[in-house]
């Protein structure tokens, strides 16, 4: 069974690779796919992933 710490170490994980995934769609889109309004867009979803992983994950011990 899941420990919360272990819990809390996949969220965090998660919250990465959601921001990760996300600069690289933007990237794709505005260099490969030429549409830089989208890939801007996109891009914009990277510190917004990591804000709401700070406040959610605030004040829990993850070590």
Do not use: C
């Amino acid at each position: 069974m899941a420990t919360p710490t272990n819990r809390l170490k996949l969220a965090k994980r998660l919250f990465y690779f959601a921001a990760a995934a996300s600069l690289v769609l933007s990237v794709a889109l505005y260099f490969i796919a030429e549409d830089e309004r989208a890939g801007i867009f996109v891009g914009l979803w990277v510190p917004s992933i990591l804000s709401f992983a700070n406040l959610a994950l605030a004040g829990e011990d993850l070590s």
